[in-house]
């Protein structure tokens, strides 16, 4: 089979990137899964979190410690404070009254120490992104509070792995935003007092008995958290969970066409030997040893693509995980430890069967009969006239679509494989590009639309209700607040906003803004999915440390960045839930806003687009992957198929030659027969292609309530680039018409 040592290569590189795919992107989400349960377990995260306005005291830890089932329990506080010597600068400050309940990693410098008088743990991503390093001094302000100390080492926490200053802010940015832990002895000796919100408590108890067990010893006054609602682990999950989704859908395709590829390919092939075959027949050899020799082409190819594809799929794990790449730049992870898991030995074992099971089908039919039926030379089917060609309309098309109508006829198969090819290119480059169009969609309407501020103020927790007036008319803004709340036991944000400036603003369903009013609530779609409201419907809702259930009416449904129920100031007036407000939303940008005591930080709307540009650009370069994958995989099936074409029409073509056909002529004739097929693909693969973005919009973007959107250009450019592959595989493969030799092709007759 030397002579097909091409379609040989070729079939090696089509099973490598179908396996390379399918490796690569399980090999993520496990590789997730697996890391992050790792770094969990061992920054003891905490399963459930007590939170109460009013703090926890050392007896309520203490009646906490001592329920059945609770293995661990530490009081908690993390606050966002200012960094004095960087300019506005804020860092979630922590504290832990023990490191083995939500602690940290030191990675450099000192191990932490609970009796440290001035130890700081910062995060080595804020320290290396602001030039901080371990001896450094550092000034905390909190609530008028200042906390300096010295960097005593550098940590990565569990808690803070998507170190985000609120659900806003979609993608972590180091240069203005970190965490930083203190010990419960410096935070008591410079705040003078502790005050400890929140207690972290590590149990495998059922929330429903752990609840009933905590309202028992602290009183129904606290509002309890499982580890699925804090953003660390969920999203932690929902990556997982939605890679699970991406490796189930994408790299299957890629691996279908190349299997579906080579059953066709493996029969020509064989076909092809027929000859050979039956000569080795008539002189003596075994009907297995033959079966042997040409089932191990098939082997062969089953394990060259194999061993590449996983090769390849480390290196499209490594690009997504590694820590410049989307997953460690979203996840500040010590370590990513590459995991293969082991339903993909399972694939690949299946794969290099199935390949050789093709190859011994393939080869039995062959060698079927005597020695003299095989020495008889491989002749196509014979074919009855088609019902177009007995009408008139056909012999008035040219030579060369009548050819290729017959060609195409003759081959289903080949025709069929060469169409999916076409399509499952085409579905991966609409579905690739549409994504891009997707999230610049997703960008444009909630942060040059729905956000209208150039800053966000936050408030300080201790600042009057005279100077928060004094704040927001000094920078003619809108404001908002946040109550958390539980609907149906589940965690929400109850959002209160004012925005008669039009800073922010609410986009519905069809992305159109809406006007809060009065007269009702707006929830985001999410959360409307999962509860099953639409308007009209009420529900009631019940804010944390207190025993209050207010009951509202839903006006709409909103998309939403985070999970959260929108009302107006005035309807919060109406259902009399109390309020203060937390957050200004102005024009006036960050450096001109003045430092007062009743302002606790100050975050730049561009800081945030600039943190999700890192996200982006990574993204769109996994984009351009993808669709150079896709290219590639279509360009070698094709061009697989379009030698098989070639090495069966070699007589026909060589017979054209003969009567005077130049090289160029009959180049068109295949060419032209790749641009019908292609013209169908594309039909077939834009919709389908649009069809599997939205699944996946469906499946992975949910928690961002993203809508598909697609460009004129991503149409146009998707149509090239299928065209485009096909130009290039017919001229390959035209290119094979120099080299006919008209008389040996010519000298048997079949």
Same mark, same amino acid.
């Given at each position: 089979?030397?002579?097909?040592?091409?379609?040989?290569?070729?079939?090696?590189?089509?099973?490598?990137?179908?396996?390379?795919?399918?490796?690569?992107?399980?090999?993520?989400?496990?590789?997730?899964?697996?890391?992050?349960?790792?770094?969990?377990?061992?920054?003891?995260?905490?399963?459930?979190?007590?939170?109460?306005?009013?703090?926890?005291?050392?007896?309520?830890?203490?009646?906490?410690?001592?329920?059945?089932?609770?293995?661990?329990?530490?009081?908690?506080?993390?606050?966002?404070?200012?960094?004095?010597?960087?300019?506005?600068?804020?860092?979630?400050?922590?504290?832990?009254?023990?490191?083995?309940?939500?602690?940290?990693?030191?990675?450099?410098?000192?191990?932490?120490?609970?009796?440290?008088?001035?130890? #700081?743990?910062?995060?080595?991503?804020?320290?290396?992104?602001?030039?901080?390093?371990?001896?450094?001094?550092?000034?905390?302000?909190?609530?008028?509070?200042?906390?300096?100390?010295?960097?005593?080492?550098?940590?990565?926490?569990?808690?803070?792995?998507?170190?985000?200053?609120?659900?806003?802010?979609?993608?972590?940015?180091?240069?203005?935003?970190?965490?930083?832990?203190?010990?419960?002895?410096?935070?008591?000796?410079?705040?003078?007092?502790?005050?400890?919100?929140?207690?972290?408590?590590?149990?495998?108890?059922?929330?429903?008995?752990?609840?009933?067990?905590?309202?028992?010893?602290?009183?129904?006054?606290?509002?309890?958290?499982?580890?699925?609602?804090?953003?660390?682990?969920?999203?932690?999950?929902?990556?997982?969970?939605?890679?699970?989704?991406?490796?189930?859908?994408?790299?299957?395709?890629?691996?279908?066409?190349?299997?579906?590829?080579?059953?066709?390919?493996?029969?020509?092939?064989?076909?092809?030997?027929?000859?050979?075959?039956?000569?080795?027949?008539?002189?003596?050899?075994?009907?297995?040893?033959?079966?042997?020799?040409?089932?191990?082409?098939?082997?062969?190819?089953?394990?060259?693509?194999?061993?590449?594809?996983?090769?390849?799929?480390?290196?499209?794990?490594?690009?997504?995980?590694?820590?410049?790449?989307?997953?460690?730049?979203?996840?500040?992870?010590?370590?990513?430890?590459?995991?293969?898991?082991?339903?993909?030995?399972?694939?690949?074992?299946?794969?290099?069967?199935?390949?050789?099971?093709?190859?011994?089908?393939?080869?039995?039919?062959?060698?079927?009969?005597?020695?003299?039926?095989?020495?008889?030379?491989?002749?196509?089917?014979?074919?009855?006239?088609?019902?177009?060609?007995?009408?008139?309309?056909?012999?008035?098309?040219?030579?060369?679509?009548?050819?290729?109508?017959?060609?195409?006829?003759?081959?289903?198969?080949?025709?069929?494989?060469?169409?999916?090819?076409?399509?499952?290119?085409?579905?991966?480059?609409?579905?690739?590009?549409?994504?891009?169009?997707?999230?610049?969609?997703?960008?444009?309407?909630?942060?040059?639309?729905?956000?209208?501020?150039?800053?966000?103020?936050?408030?300080?927790?201790?600042?009057?209700?005279?100077?928060?007036?004094?704040?927001?008319?000094?920078?003619?803004?809108?404001?908002?607040?946040?109550?958390?709340?539980?609907?149906?036991?589940?965690?929400?944000?109850?959002?209160?906003?004012?925005?008669?400036?039009?800073?922010?603003?609410?986009?519905?369903?069809?992305?159109?803004?809406?006007?809060?009013?009065?007269?009702?609530?707006? #929830?985001?779609?999410?959360?409307?999915?999962?509860?099953?409201?639409?308007?009209?419907?009420?529900?009631?809702?019940?804010?944390?440390?207190?025993?209050?259930?207010?009951?509202?009416?839903?006006?709409?449904?909103?998309?939403?960045?985070?999970?959260?129920?929108?009302?107006?100031?005035?309807?919060?007036?109406?259902?009399? #839930?109390?309020?203060?407000?937390?957050?200004?939303?102005? /024009?006036?940008?960050?450096?001109?806003?003045?430092?007062?005591?009743?302002?606790?930080?100050?975050?730049?709307?561009?800081?945030?687009? /600039?943190?999700?540009?890192?996200?982006?650009?990574?993204?769109?370069?996994?984009?351009?992957?993808?669709?150079?994958?896709?290219?590639?995989?279509?360009?070698?099936?094709?061009?697989?198929?379009?030698?098989?074409?070639?090495?069966?029409?070699?007589?026909?073509?060589?017979?054209?030659?003969?009567?005077?056909?130049?090289?160029?002529?009959?180049?068109?004739?295949?060419?032209?027969?790749?641009?019908?097929?292609?013209?169908?693909?594309?039909?077939?693969?834009?919709?389908?292609?649009?069809?599997?973005?939205?699944?996946?919009?469906?499946?992975?973007?949910?928690?961002?309530?993203?809508?598909?959107? #697609?460009?004129?250009?991503?149409?146009?450019?998707?149509?090239?680039?299928?065209?485009?592959?096909?130009?290039?595989?017919?001229?390959?493969?035209?290119?094979?018409?120099?080299?006919?030799?008209?008389?040996?092709?010519?000298?048997?007759?079949?």
């Amino acid at each position: 089979m030397g002579l097909y040592k091409a379609q040989f290569i070729s079939m090696i590189i089509m099973i490598a990137l179908g396996i390379g795919m399918f490796v690569g992107f399980n090999m993520e989400w496990v590789s997730i899964e697996e890391n992050t349960t790792s770094f969990f377990e061992k920054t003891g995260y905490a399963d459930y979190r007590i939170l109460s306005e009013r703090g926890f005291s050392e007896d309520d830890l203490k009646k906490i410690g001592n329920i059945s089932g609770v293995t661990a329990s530490a009081r908690y506080l993390s606050t966002s404070a200012d960094v004095k010597e960087k300019g506005g600068d804020s860092v979630a400050l922590t504290v832990t009254t023990d490191p083995n309940v939500s602690g940290f990693i030191v990675t450099e410098g000192e191990q932490y120490a609970a009796d440290s008088k001035d130890g #700081i743990w910062l995060s080595d991503k804020y320290a290396a992104a602001n030039g901080i390093k371990v001896g450094d001094t550092l000034t905390f302000v909190y609530k008028s509070i200042e906390f300096k100390g010295t960097v005593k080492g550098l940590a990565k926490s569990g808690e803070h792995m998507i170190c985000v200053r609120d659900e806003s802010q979609l993608m972590p940015d180091y240069n203005s935003y970190g965490f930083a832990y203190i010990s419960p002895e410096m935070y008591k000796n410079a705040a003078g007092f502790e005050f400890y919100p929140q207690i972290n408590v590590r149990s495998d108890m059922e929330k429903k008995d752990f609840t009933e067990k905590v309202d028992a010893a602290l009183g129904n006054t606290t509002m309890i958290l499982t580890k699925d609602e804090t953003i660390s682990y969920s999203q932690a999950n929902g990556e997982a969970s939605e890679g699970k989704t991406m490796g189930s859908i994408l790299p299957v395709m890629f691996l279908l066409i190349a299997v579906l590829t080579m059953v066709t390919t493996m029969h020509r092939l064989t076909a092809k030997e027929k000859t050979q075959i039956g000569t080795l027949k008539a002189l003596g050899f075994k009907d297995k040893r033959i079966m042997r020799h040409y089932t191990s082409y098939a082997f062969m190819i089953g394990v060259l693509g194999s061993a590449i594809g996983v090769a390849l799929g480390y290196g499209v794990a490594y690009y997504i995980m590694n820590p410049n790449g989307m997953m460690g730049t979203y996840l500040d992870m010590p370590e990513w430890k590459l995991y293969l898991p082991w339903f993909c030995y399972v694939v690949l074992a299946a794969i290099i069967l199935l390949l050789t099971f093709i190859g011994y089908l393939s080869v039995k039919k062959m060698l079927k009969g005597t020695a003299a039926d095989a020495l008889r030379p491989y002749t196509p089917k014979k074919m009855k006239p088609l019902f177009v060609e007995r009408t008139k309309l056909f012999h008035k098309l040219s030579f060369g679509t009548r050819w290729n109508m017959r060609d195409v006829m003759r081959h289903k198969s080949r025709t069929l494989m060469s169409l999916i090819g076409i399509i499952g290119c085409m579905i991966l480059i609409v579905a690739s590009l549409a994504m891009s169009d997707t999230m610049d969609a997703f960008l444009d309407l909630y942060y040059n639309g729905a956000s209208n501020y150039s800053s966000r103020i936050y408030l300080a927790e201790d600042a009057t209700e005279e100077a928060r007036k004094a704040i927001l008319k000094k920078y003619d803004g809108d404001w908002s607040t946040s109550i958390s709340v539980q609907i149906a036991e589940k965690a929400v944000s109850l959002d209160i906003y004012e925005v008669e400036h039009d800073k922010v603003r609410f986009p519905d369903e069809q992305s159109n803004y809406i006007s809060l009013g009065d007269n009702g609530a707006w #929830i985001c779609m999410r959360l409307a999915d999962e509860f099953d409201l639409s308007a009209g419907d009420t529900f009631d809702v019940s804010p944390y440390g207190s025993d209050k259930t207010y009951t509202l009416k839903l006006a709409g449904i909103i998309r939403s960045v985070s999970e959260n129920i929108v009302i107006s100031p005035e309807y919060a007036k109406q259902l009399g #839930i109390p309020y203060t407000i937390s957050s200004v939303y102005t /024009d006036t940008e960050k450096s001109d806003i003045v430092s007062d005591d009743a302002i606790k930080s100050v975050q730049s709307k561009q800081a945030i687009m /600039d943190s999700f540009d890192t996200f982006t650009d990574i993204m769109n370069s996994m984009i351009i992957v993808l669709i150079a994958g896709a290219l590639l995989l279509g360009v070698v099936v094709l061009y697989n198929l379009g030698v098989m074409s070639y090495t069966e029409r070699y007589r026909e073509m060589a017979t054209l030659k003969v009567v005077g056909f130049k090289d160029k002529k009959i180049g068109k004739l295949l060419i032209g027969q790749n641009l019908w097929l292609s013209f169908i693909g594309v039909l077939v693969g834009l919709p389908a292609g649009i069809g599997t973005l939205a699944y996946l919009l469906k499946e992975l973007a949910s928690e961002y309530e993203m809508q598909l959107a #697609i460009s004129a250009r991503t149409v146009i450019l998707s149509v090239l680039m299928t065209f485009g592959m096909s130009l290039l595989v017919s001229l390959m493969v035209s290119r094979k018409n120099k080299k006919i030799d008209m008389v040996e092709a010519l000298k048997c007759a079949e």
